[in-house]
């Protein structure tokens, strides 16, 4: 009986700790609370990032399953990646070029995810691939032979057939 009032107690005690350290947030003021909110969205995207690169090298294949590692499109990638921290993200490049809020190409955070029209089923205007921006104008994506790389998102394909951003964190 005591060790129940006690945990109780315990519990009880780290609310109201943790409670009362929301409020000095709060009344430290906005901007810092702000700061603190981007902390956690860096650290996020960096997780989201660290994971995804531990699939370098892992092979395309367009269509693949989104219940395999072995073998990955371009959705299926940004779906397995994101959804390992809790996202869920909808299967296609197309519905997934809905999710989150449109952000515009000067105002890319890590995590952001990017959308292209590239390919045999480009034509200038349709979402046919998605990439995740990883910062100092890089992508993490997965596309023909080599599979799971990263690219820079300002020269050659990638910024000739560049559509638009979402950010989803």
Not at 106 to 124: E, H, I, Q, T, Y
Request: glycine share 10%; aromatic share 10%; proline share 2%.
């Amino acid at each position: 009986m005591f060790k129940l009032i006690l945990k109780k107690v315990v519990a009880v005690g780290l609310s109201v700790a943790i409670g009362l350290s929301g409020v000095m947030v709060i009344e430290s003021g906005v901007h810092k609370a702000a700061a603190a909110d981007s902390t956690s969205t860096t650290t996020l995207a960096d997780s989201i990032i660290n994971y995804g690169e531990s699939f370098m090298g892992t092979p395309y294949k367009f269509g693949a399953s989104t219940k395999t590692t072995s073998v990955f499109d371009c959705s299926s990638f940004m779906k397995h990646i994101y959804g390992k921290f809790g996202i869920e993200l909808p299967r296609s490049s197309v519905e997934q070029s809905k999710t989150g809020y449109a952000v515009s190409k000067a105002n890319l955070k890590k995590g952001d995810l990017v959308f292209f029209s590239s390919g045999s089923r480009a034509n200038g205007s349709n979402v046919t691939h998605v990439a995740m921006y990883i910062g100092d104008g890089k992508i993490l994506h997965t596309y023909g032979a080599p599979g799971v790389t990263i690219s820079d998102l300002n020269s050659g394909t990638w910024k000739r057939t560049y559509l638009k951003a979402r950010r989803v964190l």
